[in-house]
């Protein structure tokens, strides 16, 4: 089967059950497996998706990746983070076809934010899926001929790791490596996270006292639950597991970050004092740095994916209102259009604007995607309270999170109360959820929500422009001379230059041009039934288009003299190339 003018739900159908019975029962049937719909059968690169990868093992994957699919992907860095670690970039697409820069492509990368590692893992699960898939289902074999992905698991590999081995709760640390003097006393990471009982988790202190307010519920004794007004509790909570080593009277106030990368990029950047956590100016951040200097290099990314944690949202800018106007109502359509199908298929995903559903953010990434290149760009804040009972407890609901850990996860979420003698507190109760819970997926959890949101991607991806010359008429005009009129149609919703594009004139036009005879004048056709036309009066054999919207087509014309035999190549920076021969 051919992708050829497929409508919009056709595409969704083809993103969705990725392909159906094109593999014969004799291909699955190799005395060890049988094959689940949709699902690689027997993949070459052999990954477990229910659990997290260090650096050292999402490496491993890429090279293995590389060396079991050689004409499919392409592993480079593509520059160095702040501690010197490598950030990795795959490069996925059919190389037989062509070059990965001639192709429109997709930009995917997870783990800005160092807790939020499940990015990793979908964005590399992503990968796998399209590399595992080629040559078993027709439509993404002619995805990847047609397309090109660039897959960055971690764009933040030095906190990456730090999260899981280090002293952390579910919400340390957001930043990356780089130490400052967070609780403004003058020095520098004097403070950090202590891990009391050395199990890798920073949880809670509590503490015994005739003053409390809570109380451990008598049917389950981790859940702390709060009194009454007019009753007596037994605990007090003192906070988050830790030592104040600096005297202040705070715990864990000063150590790895405070500031946040999602507030570094150049676009509506606002300095500290106005968005918390930007530092010093745009791109201070060496590892965001390092991605706008790739994206800035490649020309051909037309779409873009970001994925955090944590909320089942499916989030498009403007990041604050002051940038409403950048977001242009036909673009806003088209994000409309793919996102809403999104939330069909995402369970308990909703499509969210960021500044109008959940707070101001200056800076950031997703903006700077859109404003400063003209890329189609999400973010997808991943895990939901959703996905476990198909209820909306909502994020650190205590009830619905001891039900999980009672019966889906059997107690391993949590760490249970045990006695500490804390050297400022006394006695002390050390315990709590465990970093790996609450903001991450459970394992169970991982793979069915990495390929709903690889899907979101594939249908973002689709969805990128492609270009064919769909009809070429000729007409004499006597004395030598023949008018020619071609039909450039794009065959997808992503126009080749976005409003955005457009406006500031980011990306360069949009070529067609004649060879192989004589261009003596060239226009582009405004109105074909009432031949209103206008002339472009240098180098007519080129022909310089403004954009080749989604869904819709353009015409060129030229009048040539003599000319057997000749051909016509559009090539968009993000629309790709399409060739016609006579």
């Known amino acids: 089967m051919k992708i050829k003018n497929w409508i919009y739900t056709t595409a969704l159908g083809a993103a969705m059950c990725i392909g159906g019975a094109q593999v014969s029962e004799a291909q699955v049937a190799d005395g060890r497996y049988f094959r689940a719909a949709g699902t690689p059968h027997n993949p070459k690169v052999q990954v477990s998706w229910n659990r997290y990868h260090t650096n050292k093992a999402l490496l491993e994957i890429m090279k293995d990746m590389v060396a079991k699919h050689p004409n499919l992907v392409k592993l480079e860095s593509i520059g160095k983070s702040y501690q010197g670690n490598d950030i990795w970039v795959l490069t996925v697409t059919d190389f037989k076809t062509g070059k990965p820069e001639d192709k429109p492509a ?41 397309k090109t992905f660039y897959f960055a698991p971690t764009i933040n590999p030095d906190a990456h790791d730090y999260f899981m081995t280090g002293p952390n709760n579910g919400n340390t640390p957001r930043s990356g490596m780089m130490v400052f003097d967070n609780d403004g006393d003058g020095e520098f990471g004097e403070d950090p996270m202590d891990d009391l009982d050395g199990d890798g988790n920073i949880t809670q202190m509590i503490r015994k006292s005739p003053y409390g307010n809570m109380i451990k519920d008598p049917m389950d004794p981790r859940k702390l639950i709060r009194v009454g007004l007019d009753e007596k509790g037994e605990y007090e909570m003192i906070g988050q597991e830790g030592l104040d080593r600096d005297g202040d009277g705070r715990v864990n106030d000063d150590g790895i970050g405070y500031y946040d990368p999602n507030r570094d990029w150049g676009w509506n950047w606002q300095p500290d004092y106005v968005q918390s956590g930007a530092l010093r100016y745009p791109f201070t951040v060496p590892e965001n740095r390092v991605v706008m200097e790739f994206v800035m290099k490649h020309p051909n990314i037309a779409a ?18 002051e940038d409403l106007d950048t977001y242009n109502a036909t673009d806003v359509r088209i994000y409309d259009a793919i996102a809403k199908k999104g939330e069909e298929f995402m369970p308990g995903y909703r499509y969210l604007v960021v500044y109008k559903d959940l707070y101001s953010v200056f800076g950031g990434q997703l903006d700077w995607f859109y404003g400063g290149r003209g890329i189609f760009t999400y973010s997808n804040e991943l895990m939901t309270s959703y996905l476990y009972f198909h209820e909306n407890a909502g994020r650190g609901n205590q009830d619905e999170q001891m039900k999980v850990d009672k019966y889906l996860t059997f107690g391993d979420a949590f760490v249970d109360w045990k006695e500490y003698d804390h050297p400022q507190f006394g006695k002390v109760e ?8 609450g903001r991450l997926h459970p394992g169970f ?9 690889a899907a979101f991607s594939i249908l973002h991806a ?25 039909t450039i149609y794009n065959e997808r919703m992503i126009p080749t230059h976005s ?10 036009p949009d ?28 180098n007519p054999e080129k022909i310089a288009v403004e954009n080749i919207p989604g869904m819709s087509a353009v015409k060129v014309r030229w009048i040539v003299s003599g000319g057997g035999n000749y051909s016509i ?11 016609w021969k006579k």
């Open 445 to 453: 959890l991982l793979e069915q929500d990495a390929h709903r949101n």
């Open 499 to 508: 409003s955005q594009d457009l406006k500031y004139k980011i990306e360069r």
């Open 569 to 579: 190549t559009v090539d968009s920076a993000k629309g790709g190339k399409a060739t």
């Open 106 to 146: 997709m930009w995917i990368d997870g783990n800005i934010h160092s807790n939020e590692i499940q990015g990793t893992e979908f964005t590399l699960y992503t990968a796998w899926y399209l590399m595992e898939m080629y040559g078993e289902l027709d439509f993404i074999s002619e995805l990847l001929k047609d």
């Open 304 to 321: 873009a994916q970001s994925y955090h944690n944590y909320g089942g949202m499916i989030l498009r800018g403007p990041g604050a209102e």
């Open 511 to 538: 070529y067609v041009t004649l060879s192989g005879a004589k261009a003596i004048a060239a226009f582009t056709v405004e109105n074909e039934d009432f031949n209103k036309v206008t002339e472009q009066k240098v």
């Open 430 to 437: 050390i315990g709590g959820f465990k970093k790996n819970f």
């Open 462 to 486: 689709y969805h990128t422009p492609k270009l064919s010359v769909t009809e070429v008429n000729e007409k004499d005009l006597g004395g030598g001379l023949k008018e020619i009129t071609a």
